[in-house]
Structures are given as C-alpha cells and as structure tokens.
C-alpha cells in the first residue's frame, strides 16, 4: 500500500522568512496530494492540495510542486507569519481507493515573531 | 454554518465501557470517513462509507465497529475501549472520488475520548 514519508518533523523559522516542508511517496498511481494544517486541539484544515495532472499550485503565500517521476511534492511557505505555526500535514490518495488519505508523519513549524 | 458536526466534543468513558461517537453533516457529501488521531501523530483512516457501503481498513481492530443509518448521520462505536483507545477521532466528509476524481475531503472539529 501507499506509504508517505514527511521531513522536516519540526522546523523553526524567523518571521518573514520561508518554510519547505518535503513529502515522498510510494505508490505511483497515487494522483491527488493535499496539504492540511492542524492547529492544536483543532480539526486539520486543507490549505492547498494538487492532482497529478499539475506540476505546480499556488495560493497567495503557500505553493505546491509535485515531481511525479521522482515521487515527491513540497509545500512551500513564503513570508512567513506567526499565525502560521501549526502542524503541517501532506497526504497522498488513490481516487479509486475510496479517496482515503495517506498521511505523512507530519511537521510542527514554529514562526517566531 | 458548520459542515461537519462531531458530537460530543469531550467523551470521558471507562474502561471495557461501551462509547459510541457521533458525526452529522450538511453537505450532503456520500462518503464519510472515520480517522483516529492520537497526541502527536497523523490521522489514521479506520474506515469510510460510499453511501452504505462499509470499507474497513485491514488493520483497524474489532473493537470498532460504525454505522450510517442515512446520508447525514454516521457513527463510531467503540465496544470495550481500552487506554490506549484514547485518542482524538476525526469524521470527515467528501463528494464520491470515483464518479470524476479527487474531492476534497472536509473534517469535523473532533471528538477527544478520554478513557479511564
């Protein structure tokens, strides 16, 4: 089955500055990866997501590539704010799998003021 | 407004005590899906439902069971919780994927189960 792997699992950063976060998977047909973020005692909340389709998405501060041939996809976080501390999940899914998500392990940023 | 309703946010239950966890929505989304989450670690999928059809993940314990009695409405039941059923238990909620590829799938605010 799919297995996703997440790096960083913390990562801190100063205001204004950027954050990566990197995820790999396993299953090659795997053709839809979101990104939630998971404040504490909170529900996780999609941020962005981006279907195989598409090498890249953006959304004002938050982007998202995909290299399909290497199996990897990056969430990227430009001027970073506090607000933006959270955990950060990727997940990879199977249309035909029922939609399930496969989660990475996850990332606890820290944006310091 | 909210979407995905989870009832009770905060369920304290005893040991071997039967639980059961409720989850609404009004989306009228046909697939819903139940996670668990334990402190610091990623969701993970028990099962989900298309419409009334059960898909049980192969490693979730028997101890889970759900039900969907309507379109709206799903619940977890947890026959004998054990300590390390604590957890936060995630419902989540998503237009079918088959019928024209991925939805997005839409999280409820959690129940967070406290066994003693």
């Known amino acids: 089955g799919e297995n996703v792997e997440q790096h960083p699992s913390t990562l801190s950063v100063q205001e204004g500055d950027s954050a990566v976060i990197k995820c790999t998977y396993s299953d090659s047909a795997s053709n839809y990866f979101p990104w939630y973020k998971q404040e504490l005692g909170k529900r996780p909340q999609l941020i962005i997501d981006?279907?195989?389709?598409?090498g890249e998405k953006k959304d004002q501060r938050i982007a998202v590539t995909l290299n399909k041939t290497a199996k990897h996809f990056s969430l990227h976080i430009t001027e970073t704010q506090p607000e933006d501390s959270a955990v950060y999940f990727c997940a990879a899914s199977l249309y035909n799998q029922g939609g399930k998500l496969i989660f990475g392990q996850g990332t606890e940023l820290s944006v310091k003021p | 407004d909210a979407m995905v309703i989870q009832n009770p946010r905060y369920q304290v239950t005893q040991f071997g005590k039967p639980v059961t966890l409720s989850c609404s929505q009004t989306?009228?989304?046909?697939?819903m899906y139940w996670y668990q989450q334990k402190s610091s670690q990623a969701p993970k999928l028990l099962f989900h439902?298309?419409?009334?059809?059960?898909?049980n993940e192969a490693d979730t314990p028997d101890n889970f069971q759900s039900r969907r009695p309507n379109t709206s409405f799903c619940f977890l039941d947890i026959r004998s919780p054990g300590l390390g059923d604590a957890a936060m238990y995630l419902c989540?909620?998503?237009?079918?994927?088959?019928?024209?590829?991925?939805?997005?799938?839409?999280f409820g605010p959690g129940t967070r189960l406290l066994v003693l």
């Open positions: 989540a909620t998503s237009r079918d994927p088959r019928t024209g590829g991925m939805e997005t799938q839409y």
């Open positions: 439902y298309y419409d009334k059809d059960f898909n």
């Open positions: 989306l009228n989304h046909n697939v």
């Open positions: 981006i279907r195989s389709n598409v």
